[in-house]
């Protein structure tokens, strides 16, 4: 699956509450969740942000709370991916939950800035920057991981397997 | 070579086990509970509804607390937690706390026996990592893997690597758990135990409380941490004695476990910690803080709103009076801490001391409501996040401390030691 988009580059420790203020909790769709992705760290995002954009962010992006509400933002917001140093475990599992790519790549985030276009080939775990011309490879999901991603998500994951044990 | 307590407490979970685990291995696991909230509930239910699935897995572990944005804030809350009970009532969950009988979740459960030694739970929070202290492997999640869980009571795990941290030497007075883990997230950072599992140990907090060990517990997360655990001992075994009402195991990590890092702390000569904005590694002794006024003092959360906490804040405030340029708000974790407060006398100490009690809840914690901070306004909590905006504006600021720091800065108008009393 080949994805391309604009770079929105932010720095480390991008928090749960940035990305989605607790202010907004009460709120649980999607579409109402992403009018205010990011408003914390950056108003700006979720006016201009453009379908298939691409968040790239320092290390351990998404650390603090467990709100699922915070990929839901970035996905609502039509974010194709996020390609972060690292990611904290809860945002990593609820992305991957979700259907929100995420890639881990510190090389490819240390030479990428805001406004570059990067390309981003989620089979093989390729990046290209468009700018630069450089092409970075990450290393792929391990099986059982990609076995959720593959079938879209925990929730048809799930129901894969219960129709499975019923047969 | 032998295991650390996560390793051997995942290793009895195992849908196909128990087998030998190691860090890395990715593992199907069985679950002893599983845990939401009024905010992370709606969605789990909205997933668990997708499943087609028309029962949780077991109704006696299934817990629902309606605790963030209760007694009800806005309408929009109030309709989320209406969907809560509705689910509650309609799939016979016997363990769903709302208000009156409710209190902060990670106070709640412990106190109620819900969670034993040895347990492996999972929650839509990510303070669940508190029922470590219990010697159980309890860890956050997102909705949807909640949702997954209720439903067949399994859920998938990579197994973490753990860092030990052992803490020797007696504490100086006013020093507590919350010091400790600010202390130690201070050191490694807050990805300093991130994927990982942290296991404290040592003589010092062998002399903790539990109230302390949850304290310390709770704040794994914020160094990144998967879970965070104590060994069970005397003091875990009188904690639920009378409440747990079911068999439990107890365990002990191995003499030749194998840890990604053990990290030895002198805990003597840790000082009383305040983490700055807008981080919770930010820490600093309070003697090097400076003079930083505030406007709100905050005591409480699922960090700090046990009786403990409420003792050491009302030994501080006792016959005098909360600084007129503060509000000094005091959550009790629990009805029953509540309860408890009201009667040792504290209560009445806080009131006289000009301070306001409120109803258990998350609700400044998070910026959810009862004190939420206008720009420019600062406030010391006893809370576990200071992140930009957490308590309110995105101007406003959140300074991290203990019970004695908060109720002693509550009283000055400024960060102090209760020294400067």
Known sequence: ?167 | MGHTLAEKIIADHLLNGPAEVWPGDLVEVHVDLVLANDITAPIALREFEKLGVQRVFDPAKVVLVADHFTPNKDIKSAEQCAQVRRFARELGLPHYFDVGRMGIEHVLLPEQGLVAPGDLVVGADSHTCTYGALGAFATGMGSTDIAVAMATGQTWLRVPETIRIVYYGQLQPWVGGKDLILYTIGKIGVDGARYMAMEFAGPTVDTLSMDGRFTMANMAIEAGGKAGLFACDETTRAYVHGRVKRPFREYQADPDARYARVLEIDASTIEPQVAFPHLPENTRPVSQVGEVRIDQAVIGSCTNGRLEDLRIAAAILRGRRVHPDVRCIIIPGTQQVYLDALREGLIETFIEAGAAVSTPTCGPCLGGHMGILAAGERAVSTTNRNFRGRMGHVDSEVYLAGPAVAAASAVLGRIAHPDEL
């Not at chain 1, 009018?35 to 290390?59: R, S, Y």
Request: proline residues 5%.
């Open chain 1, 1 to 167: 699956m080949m994805l391309s988009g604009t770079v929105w580059k932010y720095g480390d420790n991008v928090d749960t509450d940035v990305i989605i203020p607790a202010r907004y909790l009460n709120l649980s769709t999607p579409e109402e969740l992403a009018k205010h992705c990011m408003e914390d760290i950056d108003p700006t995002f979720a006016g201009a942000v453009q379908a298939g954009d691409i968040i790239v962010a320092g290390d351990n992006f998404g650390c603090g709370s467990s709100r699922e509400h915070a990929p839901l933002a970035i996905k609502g917001a039509g974010v194709s991916c996020v390609v972060a140093r690292s990611f904290a475990r809860i945002f990593y599992r609820n992305a991957i939950n979700i259907g929100l790519p995420i890639l881990e790549c510190p090389q490819a985030v240390d030479e990428t800035e805001s406004g570059d276009r990067l390309s981003v080939d989620l089979r093989t775990g390729t990046i290209t920057n468009e700018r630069t011309g450089r092409t970075y490879h990450t290393s792929p999901l391990p099986e059982f991981i990609m076995g959720i991603v593959q079938s879209g998500g925990l929730i048809p994951y799930t129901i894969k397997r219960l129709q499975g044990r019923n047969r």
